[in-house]
T-cell receptor
Framework: DAKTTQPTSMDCAEGRAANLPCNHSTISGNEYVYWYRQIHSQGPQYIIHGLKNNETNEMASLIITEDRKSSTLILPHATLRDTAVYYCIVRVRTGANNLFFGTGTRLTVIP | DVKVTQSSRYLVKRTGEKVFLECVQDMDHENMFWYRQDPGLGLRLIYFSYDVKMKEKGDIPEGYSVSREKKERFSLILESASTNQTSMYLC??????????????FGPGTRLLVL
């Protein structure tokens, strides 16, 4: 199973871009990279996912390196409501639909 | 928007009680999941179901059972609650896909305290 490594915590000034890194050096060719976040006392919220190409949606952008061994989630204009724990997840098993959540990165957006 | 609801946000039970946690989703998803979340351990999968009346054990099924009689509803049962089952319980659902890509949608969670 591919594992992910993320920094334990990060700070970001309000209005600036937040760049959250993730290493997944053992990712295999058919595994996707997912990002979720969890705001305090709430369930995890899906943000974005990708396989090889960079992806963008209304919440964030996902940049995946060419060798797919790492990725970066970008929140272009962080707000106080983006303060949360961000999880980088690599899909573990095809068919079993299991998502392995690690300990994530605690992002604090500072006014 | 996908909506996953859980019957209670907070629950206090006594050791030995039978506990039912209910989860309902409104998007006709085939797959449903129960996780528990504990500090420092992240989310751990207890059970999941990919169809009505079907269930599969996750990583930590001991002490739990599940029931899926209807597609939209997935219940987690603690037959005899113990203090080490004090935790945040999260339900999720996802549509069936033939490929590797999948998005799970989570409920708000139930914080269970067993005394």
């Amino acid at each position: 199973d591919a594992k992910t490594t993320q920094p334990t915590s990060m700070d970001c000034a309000e209005g600036r871009a937040a760049n959250l890194p993730c290493n997944h050096s053992t990712i295999s060719g058919n595994e996707y990279v997912y990002w979720y976040r969890q705001i305090h006392s709430q369930g995890p919220q899906y943000i974005i996912h990708g396989l090889k190409n960079n992806e963008t949606n209304e919440m964030a952008s996902l940049i995946i390196t060419e060798d797919r061994k790492s990725s970066t989630l970008i929140l272009p204009h962080a707000t106080l409501r983006d303060t949360a724990v961000y999880y980088c997840i690599v899909r573990v098993r095809t068919g079993a639909n299991n998502l392995f959540f690690g300990t994530g990165t605690r992002l604090t957006v500072i006014p | 928007d996908v909506k996953v609801t859980q019957s209670s946000r907070y629950l206090v039970k006594r050791t030995g009680e039978k506990v039912f946690l209910e989860c309902v989703q409104d998007m006709d998803h085939e797959n449903m999941f129960w996780y528990r979340q504990d500090p420092g351990l992240g989310l751990r999968l207890i059970y999941f179901s990919y169809d009505v009346k079907m269930k599969e054990k996750g990583d930590i099924p001991e002490g739990y059972s599940v029931s899926r009689e209807k597609k939209e509803r997935f219940s987690l049962i603690l037959e005899s609650a113990s203090t080490n089952q004090t935790s945040m319980y999260l339900c999720a659902s996802s549509p069936w896909t033939s490929g590797s890509a999948e998005t799970q949608y989570f409920g708000p969670g139930t914080r269970l305290l067993v005394l």
